[in-house]
């Protein structure tokens, strides 16, 4: 798409937005990107498939934007981020990244994408409508999950291969200090008191949990559901109430999520979920979770009152990330 | 003899962090002419075997790892020596460790890297074994090697552990005149009978064409007037003869070993964990764009294990990081989808096996029933309980 039809699309997209401010908010519907067959499966609040929006190659982690009008998906295999209008289901935009985007996080304002090019090591940081690339932070090699403090000031981003997690000052984009933690970073969650982030340590099987004070790892955690090896625990996608006071992990090969009292550190229930656990979601009343389960090519509801898996839906290649809009 | 034909010295120095940087020299060394990687073998320019350098796999580890190194203050120097022989390779380590070496990564020949460790007895020096698979090595039991290459044994248990999973339990062996030929099919035949599968004949083959050998020579001849069997085994680590097995046997039947499907460390078609990123890194790095090698990815794996052994060592004594290295909290990634570290027994490094085909990965063992009591990649290879040290 050229950059004058781009702007052209915008526009008119902003305009259709204006008129319609509330239309996609609250919906229900469960969004969820297949890496493998390129699109993102729409599900009702019933959990049928109504629609399977045909997107750019690799759809992986997606995010909204405040209102919720608008579905940002990266494609890590054509190198852009894509813009899905929430109205019509349709993608309208494609903005371009540097090669083979993974994860990004938005500013406060939403004017900025940090995005993880995982094959060329960096962070980069875009202007949403112009698609003008503002900075390149180089990182370790490939970097994947991204988080932003709620004013923006800082980002953190994990480098799978250096197994660090870099923290980026965002006035100067430049990385203030590195953190050393276990194998294989992958995500984040933060806690809203912004005391501190957890991320998941794929092959060391391993959460750390590092102060925002003071920037240092100040836990180590360790899961094992029963019936499993330790190194059947491959934590990635994670999970948080809003109250700060749970955080759900999906524990990847072990099959399994965990529900973790956030304070005590303590594991409240493992659930058994589908092949290869990979991302989770929770809606807004936090009375069910949504598991993306990267091997068995479906996704779990799991109960949050019972703590029980209740309906698996298949749901196409490699589901990767699971957003619901409620 | 010192006959050193060349030293490259590759630094990534860089910006130096506050720390005050410390200088970290990796050996790496290889035989000038190693036969395993001659191009020259087959003729038509058909390809064998890599021709590539792995020490472009060690290059790339330290590009990998330089925002590590640089954020605990560490330069890492890697300085790549190659020799023609075993007095020259001996030399070649007696100076690195002269000048403060204390790992030296080998792209060696059984023989040669036999040698060289025990000419480095008692020096505080570790050879980190990339490319020599020879279960021999492993039972030399020497307190100087920890092998990153999977061992003979590993490579069989792979491939049994797949005839298993499919019910293809008879299997006749052809064995090559190349001295690994042996070797390979001494471990196949051990990893079978673990497996129990049977073999119904074990026969050479040779690569003439003389007629008085012709029911060594003619694949089908060589294939026939034997009891049912459901795959041939190919010991050849030549090629030149296994590249003609496939679609002549006299059965309609798979072809497994060193041609068909084939058990390798690394593959470029590797698809998942993170794989496709590691081969576009090395790729976009090495001469001529080639494709990562199993080798290469070898010689990548090992100089990441030392170089993250010092950075989450948080030490440069010797046997502070040498303790790391070999602890079970290494737990090193190497993009296969589970954590490798050193067997205490045998210093070999556990890792999954990958059955490649020219162009597909048809499985990763260990493949699932496959159980251990504590680590099922122990399931590859000589397990703690039945290794001794020759």
């Known amino acids: 798409m050229t950059r004058l039809l781009k702007l052209a699309v915008t526009s008119v997209l902003a305009l259709v937005v204006l008129a319609l401010p509330a239309f996609a908010q609250g919906t229900g519907m469960i969004f969820v990107s297949n890496e493998k067959s390129h699109e993102i499966v729409v599900l009702s609040p019933e959990h049928e498939i109504i629609k399977r929006i045909e997107t750019s190659q690799r759809p992986r982690d997606m995010h909204f934007n405040a209102d919720r009008t608008l579905l940002f998906v990266a494609c890590g295999d054509d190198d852009v981020i894509d813009v899905i209008d929430m109205a019509t289901l349709e993608v309208v935009d494609s903005i371009p990244t540097g090669p083979s985007p993974e994860v990004f996080a938005f500013s406060p304002d939403e004017s900025l994408i940090y995005v993880s090019n995982e094959e060329n090591s960096t962070l980069e940081v875009l202007e949403r409508e112009t698609g003008i690339t503002v900075a390149d932070i180089p990182t370790g090699a490939e970097p994947e999950g991204v988080i932003l403090t709620p004013d923006g000031s800082v980002a953190y981003v994990t480098s799978e291969v250096a197994d660090m997690i870099h923290v980026v000052d965002t006035s100067a984009n430049v990385v203030t200090k590195n953190i050393l933690v276990g194998t294989r970073p992958r995500r984040f969650i933060m806690a809203p008191d912004e005391s501190e982030i957890w991320v998941s340590a794929e092959l060391s099987s391993e959460i750390y949990v590092i102060d925002m004070e003071t920037n240092e790892v100040s836990d180590v955690l360790e899961f094992l559901p029963p019936g499993f090896r330790p190194e059947d625990v491959t934590p990635v996608g994670m999970a948080i109430t809003a109250d700060g006071s749970k955080v759900l992990i999906s524990l990847g090969r072990a099959n399994h999520i965990a529900v973790v009292d956030r304070v005590s550190r303590e594991t409240l229930s493992y659930v058994l979920v589908g092949s290869r656990a990979w991302s989770v979601a929770l809606n807004r009343d936090e009375t069910i979770a949504i598991v993306a389960n990267g091997l068995s090519d479906d996704i779990t509801v799991v109960d949050m009152e019972s703590m029980r898996p209740v309906e698996s839906i298949p749901v196409g290649r490699v589901p990767h990330t699971v957003l619901i809009d409620d | ?390």
């Open chain 2, 1 to 390: 003899m010192r006959a050193l034909l060349f030293v490259i010295i590759l630094v990534f120095g860089g910006s130096v962090t506050a720390a005050a940087a410390t200088d970290l020299p990796i050996g790496f060394l290889a035989l000038e002419d190693d036969p395993r990687y001659d191009a020259d073998m087959a003729y038509a320019r058909i390809q064998l075997r890599p021709t590539g350098d792995a020490a472009e796999g060690a290059a790339m580890a330290l590009a990998d790892m330089k925002i590590v190194t640089d954020a605990v203050g560490l330069t890492p120097q890697l300085s790549i020596v190659r020799a023609p022989d075993s007095d020259g390779l001996a030399a070649a380590a007696q100076e690195m460790v002269a000048a403060g070496t204390n790992f030296i990564v080998a792209d060696l020949p059984a023989a040669e890297l036999a040698a060289l460790s025990e000419s480095l007895t008692g020096q505080p020096v570790t050879l980190m074994n990339a490319t020599a698979q020879d279960n021999a090595l492993r039972g030399m039991c020497a307190e100087n090697m920890l092998h990153v290459a999977a061992s003979d044994r590993m490579l069989a248990d792979a491939l049994t552990q797949y005839l298993r999973l499919r019910n293809w339990t008879r299997i006749l062996m052809l064995t090559g005149k190349d001295e690994r030929d042996p070797i390979f099919a001494a471990a196949f035949r051990e990893s079978a009978e673990r497996l129990r599968l049977t073999i119904v004949a074990e026969r050479e083959f040779d690569l003439s064409t003389n007629p008085e050998l012709r029911d060594q020579n003619n694949i089908q001849l060589l294939t026939a007037g034997t009891s049912e069997y459901d795959v041939v085994f190919i010991a050849d680590a030549v090629g030149e003869f296994g590249r003609y097995v496939e679609y002549q046997t006299s059965l309609p039947r798979p072809v497994i070993g060193n041609a068909g499907l084939t058990p390798l460390e690394w593959h470029w078609s590797l698809e998942r964990y993170g794989a496709p990123q590691v081969n576009s890194r090395f790729e976009s790095a090495s001469d001529g764009g080639r494709r990562m090698g199993w080798q290469d990815w070898s010689a990548w794996t090992a100089t990441r294990a030392v170089i993250t052994a010092y950075a989450k060592s948080g030490s440069t004594e010797y046997a502070d990081v040498l303790a790391y290295l070999t602890s079970d909290r290494l737990r090193l990634d190497g993009s296969k989808g589970q954590t490798q570290s050193f067997r205490p027994w045998d210093h070999q490094m556990r890792q999954p096996i990958l059955l490649t085909t020219d162009n597909a990965i048809i499985g990763v063992a260990p493949f699932e029933g496959f159980l251990h009591e504590t680590n099922t990649l122990d399931t590859l290879g000589s397990d703690e309980r039945e290794f001794v040290c020759d």
